[in-house]
């Protein structure tokens, strides 16, 4: 089996999980760390061992994260940028506002200790405007220069950087500039080579796939064994979901069909919409696997499967306790990479707003440490760690067969299959909205039986 087919991810936005002020000055004070030397001229926060970045707060979560049973940690933004962390102004420095190097290193060791994968957001479709490459790309532009890193362009009598989707704080950087794949190269090796895993790559539908590919290519020849997770939102975006995978050379697509279809079906009794999204969901791993096939050295993608992340309301907000319940065993229990959003697990609540805050409800501190956590989410982080017990014992669901067996408005039952040479082993899961209740069965032996009608109630 792959690695990807052992992987569970504990999604954590830093900015926010480490308590920071997403909208404060960072510190101009100088540090007596180690800095990249695409870094050295910029001041960062003083961190040392009596003074650590916040940062080093998420190593009291670490364990947490494998008694859930993650085998990673998907980190958010943590380099160096004015706001929310996606508008970087610099790829090769820690966000001061999280801390230093040296405190990612100590963060990177401690999961080395535990076994714990690392992957990094990286922001590679656009830059903060403070971000020294857009004044460059201005004046580039005003000296009469066809081609910059950043695209720029005439507005009020000005040569201005471009903003991404009408965002002002944001420089669409110009994927046909050679310099800029140089540039994410270095950036993604740089990184790779203190120890992380891999990359998830932010806002990848708006960036040619040729241009992922080349990258990809170049990374891999040093890095084979490097994982790439692409930010895809609509399944109709370059061609859809498994042709962008396939012509961009990454592992994994964030899989938003299947989580919009997870959390409205629940939310409006309507399991028809899942029943339609399992279908594709399905033809998506399958041609995933004939892509490997076709192209010699390819890992068999595999879709990434959520019901949370740092950009929608949370699930315990959108459907309540029982279904957010109900929305986990659906994710858990279906073929794909599993992510699960810090805090999901503990049934934490928080809405997607509009204006300057927009997000700042699903993107809370956390507690110092999990004995500081509240003990009304302790029920829901018992079932997470029994679903999760169930996907380590069977490996196989990441790319096992799926068809849908039953769905009248309320209910749906759905099979998972493993096909091997002597046996056939399957994984059926019955969701009910009408009373609430989950039936998952392994080879028709129960492994997991939830709801007030058989005696075991859910939270109202």
């Known amino acids: 089996m792959d690695t990807l087919d052992y992987a569970l991810w504990w999604q954590i936005y830093p900015l926010g999980a480490c308590g920071t002020d997403m909208f404060s000055p960072q510190s101009d004070e100088p540090s007596d760390g180690e800095t990249p030397d695409a870094a050295r001229s910029a001041p960062t926060p003083k961190c040392s061992v009596d003074n650590p970045g916040k940062l080093r707060r998420l190593e009291a979560w670490l364990d947490y994260a494998i008694e859930l049973g993650c085998s990673g940690i998907l980190l958010g933004p943590i380099f160096e940028s004015t706001a929310h962390g996606y508008d970087t102004t610099n790829h090769l420095r820690i966000d001061p506002r999280l801390g230093s190097l040296d405190d990612f290193d100590h963060l990177m060791a401690e999961c080395s200790k535990r076994g714990l994968k690392v992957m990094l957001d990286g922001v590679f479709n656009h830059v903060g405007t403070q971000h020294p490459l857009v004044a460059e790309s201005i004046e580039q532009a005003r000296a009469g220069a066809e081609q910059a890193p950043v695209k720029t362009h005439i507005h009020d009598g000005d040569i201005v950087s471009v903003p991404w989707e009408g965002?002002?704080?944001?420089?669409?950087?110009?994927?046909?500039?050679?310099?800029?794949?140089?540039?994410?190269?270095?950036?993604?090796?740089?990184?790779?080579?203190?120890?992380?895993?891999?990359?998830?790559?932010?806002?990848?539908?708006?960036?040619?796939?040729?241009?992922?590919?080349?990258?990809i290519d170049r990374v891999r020849a040093h890095y084979p064994d490097a994982?790439?997770?692409?930010?895809?939102?609509?399944?109709?975006?370059?061609?859809?979901y498994i042709e962008f995978a396939a012509q961009s050379h990454m592992d994994s697509i964030t899989q938003y069909e299947v989580w919009q279809a997870i959390w409205s079906s629940i939310k409006n009794t309507n399991m028809w919409?899942?029943?339609?999204?399992?279908?594709?969901?399905q033809n998506f791993v399958e041609q995933g696997a004939v892509v490997a096939n076709n192209q010699p050295g390819r890992r068999p993608i595999l879709p990434l499967t959520f019901i949370g992340n740092h950009d929608v309301s949370r699930i315990a907000s959108v459907v309540g306790d029982n279904g957010a319940v109900l929305a986990a065993v659906a994710q858990l229990t279906l073929p794909g990479m599993p992510s699960i959003y810090y805090g999901d697990e503990q049934g934490f609540r928080g809405e997607k707003q509009d204006g300057l805050y927009a997000d700042a409800d699903i993107r809370p501190p956390l507690p110092d440490s999990p004995a500081d956590l509240l003990p009304t989410g302790e029920w829901l982080h018992e079932i997470y760690q029994r679903l999760i017990g169930i996907r380590r014992d069977h490996p196989w669901i990441a790319r096992g067969d799926l068809v849908v067996e039953n769905v009248e408005d309320h209910t749906i039952t759905f099979a998972v299959t493993e096909h091997q040479e002597r046996q056939n082993r399957t994984l059926r899961t019955m969701i009910s909205r009408d009373p609430d209740r989950v039936v998952v069965t392994v080879d028709d032996e129960q492994v997991f039986l939830l709801g007030a009608t058989v005696g075991v109630a859910l939270r109202g």
């Not at 965002?167 to 740089?190: F, G, Q």
């Not at 994982?227 to 859809?240: A, K, N, R």
């Not at 919409?273 to 969901?281: I, P, S």
Request: glycine share 10%; hydrophobic share 40%; aromatic share 10%.
């Open 167 to 215: 965002n002002l704080d944001l420089a669409e950087l110009d994927h046909s500039d050679p310099h800029v794949a140089d540039m994410v190269v270095d950036i993604m090796e740089y990184w790779l080579d203190r120890g992380i895993t891999g990359w998830r790559l932010d806002a990848a539908y708006s960036v040619p796939t040729e241009f992922w590919r080349t990258v």
């Open 273 to 281: 919409e899942l029943n339609h999204a399992l279908g594709r969901h």
């Open 227 to 240: 994982v790439f997770l692409g930010e895809i939102i609509h399944g109709e975006e370059q061609g859809g």
